[in-house]
């Protein structure tokens, strides 16, 4: 069953496809398992990030980001949690000299859905508003960055996290206006868009629509044997006309799939009849 912290994980591997940053996710970062939910490593190679979403300009050499979706709570504990995943971390990069490690090389972040309200009341004094739905939260001697997806501005940098925004209107925004990377992982949209049901959002019909327009569009950018690779008949005729799937399948996958009315209506009546006297003689 696909989760909420799969749908965001994935999400962001294909927003930092092809840039200069390598998404590790549920990153094993101590001797016994602790699954950090996205590490984020800059690279040597890649194509250089210009413009990123909110709350994520200060991206460092190594970023380590704990997420919490709609009906989870970001609270203190779960930024002590953080914090140790990140002092995990450095030992694991240097074991000897883990404590040398300069700070600058690092940054934490903590995103959720939902504006952090059980925090203690030391952290809430030491959260600082940068901009609409992004925070910076003093300790020790380090900034963790919180980002509250449900605040951010509906801009199109920003589409990849009105996706998770636990809202009908943002989901609607960024499912528009995100630019997939990786064209089949736009598939992702499809469970998301059951999963905010599943919690009573009200989503709208069109969202269903605007999911089929955007499938079509990015499979009809891809070679027809690309398109159709894997993908069951059933599935194949929703998206493309029976002209269309006549043309890149079998005969005999068609005639096992499709009734002979969906073939025959691709033909008109003088073509069926000179094919039959064809076959008459």
């Not at 001797?31 to 460092?60: A, C, F, H």
């Not at 005969?251 to 025959?264: G, N």
Request: net charge negative; glycine share 4%.
């Amino acid at each position: 069953m696909i989760d909420w912290h799969h749908l965001f994980e994935w999400t962001l591997v294909d927003y930092f496809t092809g840039s200069n940053y390598r998404v590790d996710l549920e990153k094993d970062i101590s001797v016994k398992p602790q699954r950090l939910d996205v590490l984020l490593i800059e690279k040597s190679t890649g194509t250089l990030l210009t413009e990123v979403p909110d709350g994520l300009e200060n991206l460092s050499r190594h970023n380590l980001l704990t997420y919490k979706s709609l009906r989870e709570t970001l609270d203190t504990l779960v930024i002590y949690e953080l914090v140790s995943y990140y002092v995990n971390y450095r030992k694991l990069l240097d074991h000897k000299k883990w404590d040398e490690l300069p700070n600058s090389e690092f940054q934490l972040y903590a995103v959720t859905t939902r504006y952090p309200r059980k925090f203690s009341k030391e952290f809430e004094t030491q959260l600082e508003k940068q901009k609409a739905g992004v925070y910076d939260l003093k300790h020790g001697n380090h900034t963790i960055r919180v980002i509250v997806l449900s605040e951010i501005q509906k801009t199109p940098k920003n589409a990849v996290w009105q996706l998770f925004s636990s809202q009908a209107k943002g989901f609607d925004f960024g499912s528009e206006h995100y630019q997939w990377r990786y064209p089949p992982a736009i598939a992702l949209l499809n469970p998301l868009f059951k999963l905010y049901r599943q919690e009573g959002i009200n989503m709208s019909y069109t969202i269903e629509q605007a999911y089929r327009e955007c499938v079509r569009d990015t499979l009809e950018s891809l070679p027809p044997e690309e398109r159709l690779r894997g993908m069951p008949l059933p599935e194949i005729i929703n998206y493309f006309s029976p002209a269309e799937v006549i043309k890149q399948l079998s005969p005999a996958e068609v005639v096992k799939q499709l009734s002979l009315d969906d073939i025959f209506q691709q033909f008109s009546k003088e073509e069926i009849e000179e094919h039959l006297a064809k076959l008459k003689q």
